[in-house]
């Protein structure tokens, strides 16, 4: 059952960064050419791949953890309704006002009617795929309120004037002579003397947001988790940062996507594990902040929870597809992925760039809008090995190429000749006939062992980078069917 | 035992040598080989382009071409490449009973029980890792992705290997990296898989090997391609096709010549 | 229709007809069962290699221990309501409940937890008088945690289950940090950029 039989709306166009503007491969030739960028992932990825199997391996129950989080993911989204209910019950119930939002331009409004009930112009914000997703800082902007990144990756995405290319590590493309420059050039007051070594850099970044924390009315924070049985949200972080925004400001507003639901407390106790080694490689990420509605006298008095859809249902409603939305955003298939290593973010054209980029923005928003990604990966399978959940993510790619070969309404050249190829390889002796026209093709050799590069398309695709053998006169089965004949 | 082949689409028609070496080298072993006549594809390509209503009657034929074999006393069925039995394992049931082909999808899933990869054949089934073969070469292994990860072959092919006499066996860097083929991703995002494929022959070229193997003509047809065009003079032999050779059927002077010649 | 109505249709129109949900199989470990010596070298182990500072002292030697391990913070450290004297050293203040921003002025905090992970090296505190307000474990540099031996379990699953759902949680593992740059650890960003931990056995 497809969401469009069903008439479930996907994420609209024209709000938030959910497409591109190219085709994956055309982004991704220009991606290639950029020396800088493939050092700088290639360096980078290496790094975290090396750090996730050292604390992975340190777990000797890892497989049974995964199959735990496979499985309440699985569950959950079978009663997502139910759970939803739940978690609104219990975050109402302990002083918290929850909101639904049927897609981006929905959540953007709510999210900037309630900054403008507090009278603030500005709101700091902890890094979130949601807010990302649904283009929330622009929506903002719009409405004459600032909204500054302060996960040292979104500042640096934000000062750079640039784009996310990684769901962890958004300035994972820059390296720090790079970072360095953008500090120079874009923070007010930066130490001139400001070196390119990491900590220096951190440490720029502490003083220039120290005293947007501290004047802060109110904070924007995505969710890892919500716990339905109790309305514990829960926010995984490294720098801080994170706290300070929910600590600090009087107002917080969430906003998350309505699949980050969890059943019950227990369930933390398989994700608090999974995440943090399959994210940044640590035993355990440095803060994690859980908090239910309001506590007087500690932290915002007020809080919003936005829930989002935006697609989501949409995903929901294909039983292949839906396992996309168990995602709990670690990141552990970039950084594993050849394609990904090579290309880098940008080329995704979406905020969820890599392999599960490469499923979940298809469908959320839909797949002709997105038709090139599922095409993005030579299903080498590393991303399934390293997701701490269990997608299987090559599997679903496979779908959804089939979802847009089968929502085609005019013939294509490939699939003219996919056809045709079914009908040969269907019959032994349309077969024959095939391959011993393939044979042909060794006349166009002149007796050298490989074709000439120059064929037509689409061989020339292949030819322009490697040499074809020259093929066979006879085919194996044809030479043993003539030694074997009795 | 009684043997079926199975050739695969590719290998019978680009590369027949490796069909033959497989052939060949289970009849030194002492088993019966015999080729189901009406065989083609298992219909992997179209299932990963997306084309997997077109698939179907693929998946149909195989089970037509290899169900005889079986009633004929075949124990199992055996292919020369990783990732078309990996199809036959991971997707061809599920593509028939998807269309709704249940008794179709059922037969596959019971001939996929008796399908197994050469490697996987041989260590696990014939619990053979010294086949007696020669190889007086320097060679490097390339794992690929499907019989890495899907069929999880683990050292198998290594233990082959290892066990041929005059073979000097490299170990290849980055060696669980994809070298980019991924059938038709090879076309539809060229760039990026010549990318992945120079990192590949990088990696093969440190090791100075003459040769470069691996279970899958497909990949090989891939690196090969590719230092082919670099003139590298490395070049790329099917696994099978060295466990064929012998002292009898391949010297250092023949070197540049398939083993087995089809 | 509402919006929360017309999300919750989706859902159901999406799921379709329902079936019994598959249960979940936890064969995952739930309990350590290390002995608590060991766990404890696990617990500084890992705070270690995090780079916290760990000291170790009895429980009659905590504010001295405390005292010394301040001797170089610059600034006034102010304790948790809930700390026990007996922890305070000599010139501290205790919270008094002024505008969360205000803390930052203080160069130290030291408060109790409510549970220590060895595996992971991580110490929780719950916003309980002892914890102290969220604000205040963040804004001064230095914060030191008082942990008591019998307030260590081994895993995650065992922490989870000693504390309360509904309370303020803090996890703290190390002292804050960031990969953002070429995915290399460099400890000390927003949160203290010094955690020492006083192991009272």
């Known amino acids: ?486 | 035992m009684k043997v079926a082949l199975f050739a695969t689409c590719l290998v019978d028609t680009l590369t027949p040598q490796v069909a033959r070496a497989t052939a060949t080298l289970l009849q030194r072993l002492g088993h019966e080989v015999v080729v189901p006549p009406g065989q083609s594809c298992c219909g992997q390509m179209h299932v990963n382009t997306g084309y997997r209503r077109e698939a179907v009657p693929i998946v149909a034929n195989h089970v037509r071409a290899f169900a005889g074999a079986l009633s004929s006393g075949v124990e199992a069925i055996v292919a020369p490449s990783g990732s078309c039995v990996a199809s036959i394992h991971h997707q061809q049931a599920a593509v028939a009973r998807r269309a709704g082909e249940h008794q179709l999808a059922d037969d596959a899933a019971a001939l996929a029980e008796r399908t197994f990869e050469l490697s996987q054949f041989l260590v696990d089934v014939l619990g053979v890792t010294d086949v007696g073969a020669y190889y007086p070469h320097r060679v490097t292994y390339h794992p690929t992705c499907h019989s890495l990860r899907l069929l999880r072959v683990g050292d198998r092919p290594l233990q082959l290997l290892r066990a041929v006499r005059g073979l000097d066996l490299v170990e290849l860097p980055g060696a669980d990296q994809c070298c980019g083929f991924g059938g038709t991703f090879a076309v539809k995002n060229a760039d990026t898989s010549t990318a992945m494929l120079t990192d590949k022959m990088t990696d093969v070229l440190s090791t100075h090997a003459e040769v470069c193997t691996a279970g899958d003509a497909s990949c090989l047809l891939h690196i090969g391609g590719g230092l082919s065009r670099l003139r590298s003079g490395t070049r790329t032999v099917h696994l099978a096709e060295i466990l064929a050779s012998t002292e009898e059927a391949v010297t250092p002077q023949q070197s540049t010549t398939p083993a087995v010649t089809a | 229709m509402s919006s929360r109505e017309e999300i919750l249709g989706r859902i159901r129109t999406a799921l379709g007809e329902r079936g019994p949900v598959s249960p979940v199989t936890r064969g995952y470990r739930t309990v350590d069962v290390r002995p608590a010596e060991v766990l404890l070298d696990v617990l500084v182990d890992r705070l270690e290699d995090y780079k916290a500072t760990v000291v170790r002292c009895g429980p009659d030697e905590v504010a001295a221990t405390v005292a010394t391990a301040l001797a170089a913070v610059q600034g006034d450290v102010v304790v948790a309501p809930g700390v026990p004297s007996a922890w305070r050293p000599e010139g501290s203040v205790e919270d008094d409940g002024r505008p969360a921003v205000d803390l930052a002025g203080y160069g130290a905090t030291l408060t109790g937890v409510s549970a220590a992970v060895a595996e992971t090296g991580t110490l929780v505190l719950d916003g309980s008088p002892l914890c102290g307000r969220r604000a205040l474990s963040l804004l001064p540099d230095c914060l030191v945690c008082v942990v008591e031996a019998a307030q260590v379990v081994g895993s995650v699953p065992e922490g989870l289950a000693v504390l309360d759902p509904l309370a303020p949680l803090t996890m703290i593992s190390g002292p804050s940090a960031t990969s953002d740059i070429e995915l290399q650890r460099v400890e000390g960003v927003h949160g203290p950029r010094a955690l020492i931990v006083v192991l009272v056995a």
């Open chain 1, 1 to 486: 059952m497809t969401a469009v039989f069903l008439g479930i709306p996907t994420a609209p166009p024209g709000v938030g960064h959910l497409r591109g503007d190219r085709s994956f491969p055309d982004a991704a030739r220009e991606a290639l050419r950029d020396g800088q960028l493939r050092a700088n992932l290639g360096h980078a990825t290496s790094t975290i791949r090396a750090k996730r199997a050292a604390v992975v391996g340190e777990l000797p129950d890892w497989a049974e953890l995964r199959e735990a989080g496979r499985a309440i993911k699985a569950a959950t989204m079978a009663r997502l309704d139910e759970h939803l209910i739940a978690l609104e019950e219990q975050v109402t119930a302990r002083g918290g006002t929850v909101h639904w939002a049927r897609d981006a331009i929905e959540a953007n409004a709510i999210v900037t009617r309630l900054v403008q009930a507090t009278g603030a112009d500005e709101v700091v914000k902890v890094k979130s795929m949601a807010t990302q997703e649904i283009g929330l800082n622009e929506a903002l902007e719009a409405a004459g309120i600032t909204a500054h990144e302060t996960d040292l990756a979104e500042l640096i995405v934000q000062l750079g004037d640039d784009k996310p290319s990684h769901i962890l590590v958004p300035a994972i493309h820059k390296n720090r002579a790079e970072i360095r420059e953008i500090f120079l050039r874009t923070m007010p007051g930066a130490d001139p003397d400001l070196t390119d070594d990491p900590r220096q850099l951190a440490m720029a970044a502490r003083t220039h947001l120290r005293e947007r924390f501290l004047r802060a009315r109110v904070a924007i924070s995505g969710a890892n988790f919500a716990v339905a049985e109790t309305g514990t949200l829960a926010v995984v972080e490294s720098e801080g940062n994170g706290r300070m925004c929910l600590t600090l400001p009087d107002t917080l507003i969430t906003v998350m996507g309505i699949e980050k639901v969890v059943p019950s407390w227990r369930d933390l106790e398989v994700y608090l594990q999974l995440l943090p080694r399959s994210s940044t490689g640590e035993r355990m990420n440095p803060y994690t902040s859980l908090w239910a509605g309001v506590t007087p006298g500690d932290g915002p008095q007020e809080f919003h929870l936005v829930l989002l859809d935006n697609g989501r249902t949409a995903v929901l409603a294909d039983e292949v597809g839906r396992e996309a939305l168990h995602c709990i955003r670690c990141s552990a298939c970039l950084n594993v992925c050849p394609v990904y290593e090579r290309t880098g973010g940008h080329a995704y054209g979406s905020v969820y760039p890599g392999p599960i980029g490469a499923i979940l923005s298809p469908q959320l928003t839909g797949v002709e809008d997105n038709a090139s990604l599922p095409y993005a990966s030579s299903l080498c399978g590393a991303c399934y090995d390293v997701c701490p959940v269990a997608i299987d993510i090559p599997s679903i790619l496979v779908h959804l190429r089939a979802e847009h070969v089968e929502a085609q309404t005019r013939t294509t050249p490939e699939a003219v000749a996919f056809r045709a190829l079914s009908k040969a390889m269907s019959s032994p002796r349309l077969w024959r006939l095939a391959q011993r026209a393939a044979g042909l093709g060794r006349f166009l050799a002149r007796g050298k062992t490989t074709l000439p590069n120059a064929l037509p398309p689409p061989v020339s695709t292949w030819t322009r980078t490697r040499d074809l053998p020259t093929p066979p006169a006879k085919t194996f089965t044809q030479q043993w069917a003539e030694e074997h004949r009795s």
